[in-house]
Nanobody, 123 residues
Framework: QLQASGGGLVQAGRSLRLSCTAS????????MGWYREAPGKQRELVAT???????NYEISVKGRFTISRDTAMNTVYLQMNDLKAEDTAVYYC???????????????????WGKGTQVTVSS
């Protein structure tokens, strides 16, 4: 289960930090990331990070957003700087390629999603 926090209402140019933690008997998660869904638009990728630290960003957030991860804590962060009105959306945390359980008692899940946290940027 993914639990996200950190959304809110901010003025353009300010910063917010989102965090998301996977709870339960998580053994490993290959990729964690953030997606967003603005009103009237499809959900889009914002940023992802692998266990080895490889990152990928949507082009409009490059240089403004930074994704990081605490693998031991199964937590992913999204530092969002210089926010713009067009960043307004519901942000969803994603975990991909998940192994649950302990040695000898593993189960697998392809994807898991958090419930979303609202980010609103006023211009």
């Amino acid at each position: 289960q993914l639990q996200a926090s950190g959304g809110g209402l901010v003025q353009a140019g300010r910063s917010l930090r989102l965090s998301c933690t996977a709870s339960g008997s998580v053994f490993s998660i290959t990729t964690m990331g953030w997606y967003r869904e603005a009103p009237g638009k499809q959900r889009e990728l914002v940023a992802t990070i692998t266990r080895s630290g490889n990152t990928n960003y949507e082009i409009s957030v490059k240089g403004r957003f930074t994704i990081s991860r605490d693998t031991a804590m199964n937590t992913v962060y999204l530092q969002m700087n210089d926010l713009k009105a067009e960043d307004t959306a519901v942000y969803y945390c994603n975990a991909h390629d998940i192994v649950l359980g302990t040695v000898g008692h593993f189960s697998y899940r392809l994807d898991d999603w958090g419930k979303g946290t609202q980010v609103t940027v006023s211009s």
